[in-house]
């Protein structure tokens, strides 16, 4: 076999077997293709797609390049979730303690935050002691225990698309639906769960910028999901504003743990317990969406996923009077009022714009390794629809320098202010 026959054939919109496709990414892996045909390839991919068959045997292909957690020795369906990256997203820290009080094994690794989105990891290491690193079989003693754990990767998981996607990043072909399912799916199937709750995000913050490009992204990873046998949903959800109201680690974690104290924003709530819920169905517990939305806050209601979250934080080394009293989380030195210059109805946030405010304030990366301040962040006061006067307060930054003019502006310019009220939904469509 050689790789430029792959690369021609892939060109000339023919469908690749298992064998061409398994042949290029060891080969790619192990060195003995080089980068640039890897770059043709990743080109013909780009503007020839590829057949559900052919992303499943590329995810696969991709997942047998590393490490597979084996999850065998943990009792019952293990449950996972993924989020395809947004402003706000702070769903695991409520969905995990959520579906684990019910009982399910709620088995997640995590990453940290590159760019505008945050990371679940840099969350979870603004309680004071939470450790992410563990070993694969503390990792299952845990779950099997309490029901519950949220770590960094252990083992090296799918190395393939770390050499792809680093080759993607500067070849002009991260944009492309096979190669961002296949990239997504073989690290969430290396993790090991039985059922995936996926969440693709559409929008001006978001991967995808429409329904219809989401649409396809998520009905493939539901498909290839189903192909290695796991139990799949995607929601398509709405980032066409930050997600809740609190971006930046600290003031995000007090945002999870008002939520599962029943006074969390509406949107994310309503984001949570409605991923919570497929979780709650794929497990069995309950045979419908309406019925295990109900179960999950009566969760909320007799704060059991309040007492989980603190489980899994004393579970990982962290303080956990921190979650029944997160006024000791510490403060920014600075909080600093955005006022609106206009009147009228919010109708649009920006969130990768709010992401980088935040991001420049110190509460996320622009590089690999920068070290990140848990204190500093944005809160919004304003959501889309809300009505505002000028001088109103739409948000406040926590910072710890005094001179944030350049996130005032970022944050200024990413509410868009319309005369009247515009129709917006959270949830825009289930993929099953
Ligand atoms: N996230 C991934 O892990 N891979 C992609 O290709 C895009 C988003």
Same mark, same amino acid.
């Given at each position: 076999m050689r790789a430029v026959d792959i690369i021609i054939k892939k060109r000339d919109g023919l469908e690749l077997t298992k064998e061409e496709i398994d042949f290029f990414i060891q080969g790619f892996t192990e060195g003995t293709i080089e980068t640039y045909q890897a770059s043709a390839l990743t080109m013909a991919i780009y503007f020839r797609g590829m057949t559900d068959k052919e992303a499943t045997y590329l995810t696969e292909s $991709?997942?047998?390049?590393?490490?597979? /957690? !084996?999850?065998? +020795?943990?009792?019952?369906? @293990? *449950? !996972? @979730?993924?989020?395809?990256?947004? *402003?706000?997203? @702070?769903?695991?820290?409520v969905v995990g303690p959520l579906v684990a009080s019910l009982g399910i094994k709620f088995a997640k690794m995590s990453g940290r935050g590159l760019g505008h989105t945050g990371g679940t990891l840099d969350k979870l290491e603004a309680i004071p002691g939470y450790n992410i690193s563990m070993e694969e079989q503390k990792f299952i003693e845990q779950v099997n225990e309490i029901g519950i754990a949220l770590v960094g990767q252990t083992g090296e998981l799918a190395p393939? !698309? =770390? =050499?792809?996607?680093a080759l993607r990043d500067v070849t002009g072909t991260v944009e492309s639906i096979p190669l961002i399912a296949s990239s997504i799916m073989s690290k969430k199937? +290396?993790?090991g769960a039985d059922a995936i709750c996926l969440d693709v995000k559409v929008g001006?913050?978001?991967f995808m910028k429409n329904v219809e490009d989401a649409t396809k992204l998520a009905t493939l990873m *539901?498909? $290839?999901g189903k192909n290695c046998g796991r139990k799949m949903t995607a929601i398509l959800t709405n980032m066409d504003e930050p997600l809740g109201l609190a971006v930046g680690n600290s003031l995000e974690v007090i945002e999870a743990i008002q939520t599962l104290n029943g006074k969390g924003p509406k949107d994310f709530e309503e984001l949570c317990l409605e991923v919570a819920a497929h979780l709650v169905l794929a497990a069995g517990l309950e045979q419908n969406i309406e019925a295990a939305k109900k179960r999950l806050k009566q969760q909320i209601?007799? =704060?059991?996923?309040?007492?989980?979250? +603190? @489980?899994? *934080?004393?579970a990982q080394g962290g303080d956990a009077?921190?979650?029944y009293n997160p006024d000791q989380f510490p403060n920014a030195k600075y909080v600093l009022d955005v006022l609106s210059d206009k009147a009228g109805y919010i109708s649009h946030i920006d969130a990768l714009a709010i992401g980088n405010a935040a991001m420049i304030l110190g509460a996320g990366r622009s590089k690999i390794g920068d070290t990140i301040d848990h204190s500093v962040g944005i809160v919004l006061e304003k959501k889309v629809n809300d009505k505002i006067g000028k001088g109103d307060v739409l948000a406040k930054i926590y910072s710890n320098f005094e001179n944030v003019s350049d996130s005032i502006k970022l944050v /200024? !310019?990413?509410?868009?202010v319309a005369k009247n009220p515009v129709e917006s939904k959270l949830i825009l469509k289930i993929v099953k």
């Open positions: $991709i997942l047998h390049s590393g490490d597979i /957690l !084996d999850l065998s +020795a943990i009792h019952g369906i @293990k *449950v !996972d @979730k993924h989020s395809t990256g947004g *402003v706000g997203d @702070k769903t695991s820290l393939a !698309d =770390k =050499k792809l996607y199937l +290396a993790s001006s913050g978001a *539901v498909n $290839i209601d007799n =704060k059991e996923g309040l007492n989980y979250l +603190a @489980k899994l *934080v004393a009077s921190y979650i /200024l !310019d990413a509410f868009a």
